[in-house]
């Protein structure tokens, strides 16, 4: 496989009007991997994914996808295919029309159209879809038909915009794993968009976090949760969020500190704390302590011998606090 | 008889028949008059069922009676009807397909703009066109034929049949064009594939729409016609108007029905889908 770069996106502005979506944004990955654009709604990763699509234009800057400069070039000769937060399957063709479809504006011959749909079908497991309408489908499965779609011309590029955004949240993490092991399998550079962290974390090899137009910290799941390039990053990422404080003898300074690296004691050791509530998830438990330092979250193994009420000794290993400056919220080192 | 619920249903129903035989007691005095000869029509009461009911007065109004000083009947302003309704109904649909579906799905600078001057194509009065698009007529050649009736009707349509379809596929997802383009298809034939097999209701609504206003159009007829290409409505005020000893109210009314019969017979045959058109919504799926 080329190392060449398989996506880069340079210097990319979007203005509408007085108002900038896009204030710069700079990424590049390499062929085969999994970019993941994240962040809250408004952060313009959709914008962006449109115009990786080919679906709008951007103001300045420049998109290329292999070695090819695409900025100009139409959607379809960009050689992508996505698949849509709402699917976007054709209502009036089957399962294997829809799969198909791609191919047959492109001029592929039938017996190499009906092979693709079998190979896809194969993969995606919907052989027995594949006469239905997509009035019949389930959401799970039209979540699959429609990466069947996107699968069946081998595309350069795969864009998945917020597609699991619309299941139920057990369908969704299923269908999560799909996406991982398909791209396992097939080894197509992605670039998927999501608001949901904990899609970013589990699919991404890189992740974008963005807020307001600006990549935030650009870099691998390890890197966004073990060194957050500022505070937002950090608040973002990671589920319960990261504890935040400021210590008096360090003015300026807040500390962030997640709620695995704050280990409970016997009450006198540390900083004084008291249990307020308690949040059992089964495999671990989550507590919330007040302490003199404001609330804090704690998150332990399984089960804790703790009650609300009792008081409790809160410490941490320096080297697992992050210190960010307050005024910027940069990270400081 | 006691059940409060079986009075209102009768009360219902009275209420029903009532207005259904308001509606349709003057159709029945139509078709009963046309049933019936000049004498019985003279004689008897205008709702008593006809006698010995016989198509003479239809026959006559279809071959032989008299509009102005030809004496041909109705049929070859029917034909005329015929020969501009379809074309007509046609081209006004299929542009007003296409106009809807740039408007709602390939928007330009602008576009808005334009949908809302089309706006006001539809709430013009018939009235102000008539003495601009004669001109435009003879300039094109196409005064007094049924080509030119064809063009007018064309273009008086339009607004009317760009607006229904606009809004129908305003409310088709966007995403679905948008994945049809990355799927390489173009603007036609995303148009031909995707849009077209979803605008069955629109086009039913759109096409009994445009049949029966142009069908029933008079205005158009009577100023823009030639001698031989008068609508079927033209030839119906004519025959109605041709003055001789004797009024034939049979004649008059076979006539009216003659005229009206084929927006009639569109209403039976696609009335359902007028209604279920009106009424849907975006398409599921």
Known sequence: MNKMGALAIRQIRKTFGQTEILKGIDIEIEAGEFLILVGPSGCGKSTLLNMIAGLEQPTSGRIEIGDRDVTELPSRDRDIAMVFQSYALYPNMNVAQNIAFALEMRKVAKAEREAAVKRVAAMLQIEHLLDRRPAQLSGGQRQRVAMGRALARNPRLFLFDEPLSNLDAKLRVEMRAEIKLLHQRTRTTTVYVTHDQVEAMTLGDRIAVMKDGQVQQFGTPDEIYERPANRFVAEFVGSPAMNFFARPEQPGVQIGLRPEHLELGAPGEGLKGQVLMLEPTGPETYLKLDTPLGVLTARVAGRTLHQVGDAVGLRWAPERAHQFDGASGRRID | ?285
């Open chain 2, 1 to 285: 008889m006691s059940k409060a619920p079986k009075l209102s249903r009768i009360a219902l129903f009275l209420a029903l028949g009532l207005l259904a035989l308001f509606f349709l007691t003057p159709l029945y005095v139509m078709l009963a008059a046309s049933l019936k000869s000049m004498d019985e029509l003279r004689e008897g009461s205008l709702l008593a069922l006809p006698q010995a009911p016989g198509f003479a007065a239809w026959a006559k109004a279809w071959s032989s009676a008299c509009t102005g000083t030809d004496c041909g009947g109705l049929q070859p302003f029917f034909l005329n009807s015929l020969v501009m309704v379809v074309p007509a109904v046609a081209l006004s649909t299929a542009l007003g397909a296409l106009n809807g579906y740039v408007l709602s799905k390939w928007r330009f600078r602008g576009s808005e703009v334009l949908f809302a001057l089309m706006l006001f194509g539809v709430f013009m009065p018939m009235q102000v066109v008539l003495l601009p698009m004669s001109q435009v007529l003879g300039w094109l050649g196409l005064a007094s034929s049924i080509s030119g009736l064809v063009l007018v009707h064309v273009i008086a349509g339009l607004p009317g049949t760009t607006l229904f379809f606009r809004n129908y596929y305003a409310g088709l997802p966007d995403e679905l064009i948008r994945a049809a383009m990355l799927d390489g298809a173009g603007f036609w034939q995303i148009f031909r594939r995707i849009v077209l097999p979803l605008s069955t209701p629109i086009l039913v609504v759109t096409l009994i729409w445009q049949f029966t206003n142009i069908w029933n159009d008079f205005l158009y007829g009577v100023v823009f016609s030639g001698a031989d290409s008068k609508p079927v409505t033209v030839g119906l005020n004519n025959l109605a108007n041709t003055s001789s000893s004797v009024k034939e109210y049979n004649v008059d009314m076979a006539a009216a029905l003659i005229a009206a019969l084929p927006t009639l017979i569109v209403y039976v045959l696609a009335g359902k889908y007028f209604v279920r058109g009106l009424t849907a919504g975006a398409v599921k799926g």
